[in-house]
């Protein structure tokens, strides 16, 4: 584990093993902590937050800091860029020329927002109760746990430590089990620019280590990603000592074409918004609605595009898709698809578990199109996590925007049509974080990111993120020297004439 800038090894001396998902060999043994780790770790965290150097450093120079975080990542791209692959199975294709310089930019956008921040604000002399200074100062949190998924590692946990040290905090992160190995690395580099302490990583289970941390008495804030069902326990969690808590949970995403899309880039735009990661992020598009004048004629498109995707080896830059995530993950997705058969959806292409040569340990499952889905089917409802669409019918445009809100989640959304300001008009009733027009995965580090209803709370990314780890204090100066002139003399001591 890292924590107060060194390497070390759990309290029990226990590890666990990483497997590739493409191939299912072991690639790493990581050290497996406990509750006594994460006392470590926060102790370290709470240390370093008390060190005013770090705490107090002025905006100019912390900008400096994340901009040296930001040319480490780079320094350090190749070895991100494998360790992510042979652990996540993610494609090279897409981390390399997508998460590392999203990462990059990430710390970039924040250093410029820490410079032009708000720390301070002075408020005009009220009238009532009497002349005074007021200012109100925005101050950081203290010690941050971050609670990150395995889909995308490295990138989600660069939106948890880089509004944490923008606004002078301290961080503990726990890792997913299966994917801590790029966490770890991130973590080395960071300390290259910044006082040990700073950043810390605690990896285990979730169970012992994710719960504990999330509960810790000595940690102030809790950002968590993952399943929805695990965030309502972080909640529960945070309760205890009324933690600061910002949750990215799970999604259902609609995507709505209208009859006057493009199909020529709605098709493979709407396939891109589901099959990206072979379907294992939380904003994917996994319902697809479409009118009943076009139906049949998209399904044939969407399933001859599917047909040109290339599973195979994510380290081989020809590969479009890589394996989902573990054992239990392809289980979880096969599982669901035998579902959709036993509900009535039409199977209209994939639903196998695949060999692929060279990688017969892995774990891969073909893009699948299911296609008469009604919404309240278990494959409409539930979120998959993995390469599953679902090609829901629908007849007018109010009809459609009553399905697509028809769900505990509001994430994400998208509308493909030629008419933006129909787009717009329909933008304005979808209950979603992020709608995409005539787009998908489109995240901006200038944006902000996060859900509606039971997809989270808080928002990641863009300067808004900034305020979620700071707390506010007001300031009141009295600018009235006679004491029987103050309002609260008057009103418990002045005896009435």
């Known amino acids: 584990m890292f924590i107060n800038g060194q390497w070390v090894a759990s309290q029990s001396g226990e590890t666990f093993d990483v497997l590739n998902p493409a191939t299912g060999d072991v690639v790493a043994k990581v050290a497996k902590g406990n509750e006594a780790d994460v006392d470590n770790a926060v102790e370290a965290a709470k240390q370093a937050f008390e060190n005013q150097e770090w705490r107090e450093m002025k905006p100019k120079d912390r900008a400096n800091v994340l901009n040296a975080i930001s040319h480490q990542i780079v ?53 009532f109760p009497g002349p005074s200074h007021n200012f109100v100062w925005r101050e950081p949190i203290g010690v941050c746990a971050a609670i990150t998924p395995w889909n995308m590692p490295m990138l989600i946990a660069s939106w948890k430590i880089a509004p944490a040290l923008a606004m002078g905090n301290t961080i503990v992160i726990k890792p997913a089990s299966y994917t801590p190995l790029t966490t770890l690395k991130l973590a080395e580099i960071i300390s290259n620019v910044v006082p040990p302490g700073v950043i810390n990583v605690v990896t285990g289970p979730g169970k012992e280590v994710g719960e504990y941390l999330a509960g810790h008495p000595g940690v102030d804030k809790i950002a968590f990603t993952g399943s929805t069902e695990v965030g309502r326990e972080i909640m529960k969690l945070a309760s205890a000592t009324i933690k600061n808590t910002t949750l990215e949970l799970g999604g259902k995403s609609p995507n709505i074409l209208l009859e006057d899309a493009d199909l020529e880039v709605a098709i493979p735009g709407s396939l891109f918004g589901v099959f990206l990661h072979s379907g294992q992020l939380c904003e994917s598009g996994t319902r697809l609605f479409v009118p009943d004048t076009i139906y049949e004629d998209v399904v044939k498109a969407l399933v001859e595009n599917a047909k040109k995707l290339k599973l195979g080896n994510p380290l081989d830059q020809e590969t479009d898709m890589g394996p989902v995530v573990s054992e239990k993950q392809r289980d979880t997705i096969l599982s669901y698809i035998e579902t959709g058969k036993k509900e009535g959806a039409t199977l209209a292409y994939g639903g196998n578990e695949v060999t692929i040569e060279g990688c017969e340990g892995g774990h891969f499952i073909e893009p699948t199109i299911f296609t008469d889905v009604t919404n309240d089917m278990k494959i409409a409802r539930e979120e998959i996590f993995g390469p599953v669409l679902s090609v829901i019918r629908y007849s007018t445009v109010e009809e459609v925007i009553d399905l697509a809100n028809d769900t505990i989640y509001g994430l994400a959304a998208g509308v493909w049509t030629r008419d933006v300001n129909k787009a717009y008009d329909i933008t304005r009733k979808l209950k979603a974080g992020v709608v995409w027009i005539n787009d998908w995965h489109m995240l901006r580090n200038d944006a902000p990111f996060g859900g509606y209803k039971q997809s989270g709370i808080g928002r990641e990314m863009g300067k808004h993120s900034l305020d979620a780890y700071t707390q506010l204090k007001h300031v009141h100066t009295s600018m009235v020297p006679q004491v029987e002139k103050r309002s609260w003399y008057q009103i418990l001591f002045s005896q009435p004439e």
């Open 75 to 127: 320094a350090h791209a190749e070895e991100l860029v494998y360790l992510e692959v042979i652990s996540s199975g993610g494609t090279v294709r897409r981390v390399s020329s997508n998460d590392i310089l999203q990462m990059a930019d990430l710390f970039q956008q924040m250093a410029s927002f820490v410079v032009d921040y708000p720390f301070s604000e002075t408020l005009p002399v009220p009238p």
